[in-house]
């Protein structure tokens, strides 16, 4: 059973946007925390920002948003949500949907969904 299903990325000029989205099975959608990571070739994966799935408390790593991204979910529709604004060339990754299904870890990840942005 796949668990976690992202889209929405492609190529996008920097100072664009783009809206990801995280389709999850509806186990998967009642762990303890989702959220989205991102990585590059070479580095290692980066959290971006994650909700707490009990009362819907958003948080955000600011050194890697720093007030351009926004999370949401439609927890009718087992849904999550990266809005990303003011898109720079540096954000370009692969960015993963993921979950942590009993606040021990993160131990449920999608298969990631490209974004590139261009100068």
């Known amino acids: 059973q796949v668990q976690l299903v992202e889209s929405g990325g492609g190529s996008v000029q920097a100072r664009g946007s783009l809206r990801l989205s995280c389709a999850a099975s509806?186990?998967?959608?009642?762990?303890?925390?989702v959220g989205w990571f991102r990585q590059t070739p070479g580095k290692e994966r980066e959290r971006v920002a994650h909700?707490?799935?009990?009362?819907?408390?958003?948080?955000y790593v600011d050194s890697v948003v720093k007030g351009r991204f926004t999370i949401s979910r439609d927890n009718a529709k087992n849904m999550l949500y990266l809005q990303m604004d003011s898109l720079k060339p540096e954000d370009t990754a692969m960015y993963y949907c993921?979950?942590?299904?009993?606040?021990?870890?993160?131990?449920?990840w999608g298969q990631g969904t490209q974004v590139t942005v261009s100068s």
């Open positions: 993921a979950a942590n299904s009993n606040g021990g870890g993160w131990d449920i």
């Open positions: 509806a186990n998967t959608y009642r762990s303890f925390y």
């Open positions: 909700i707490l799935q009990r009362s819907g408390h958003t948080y």
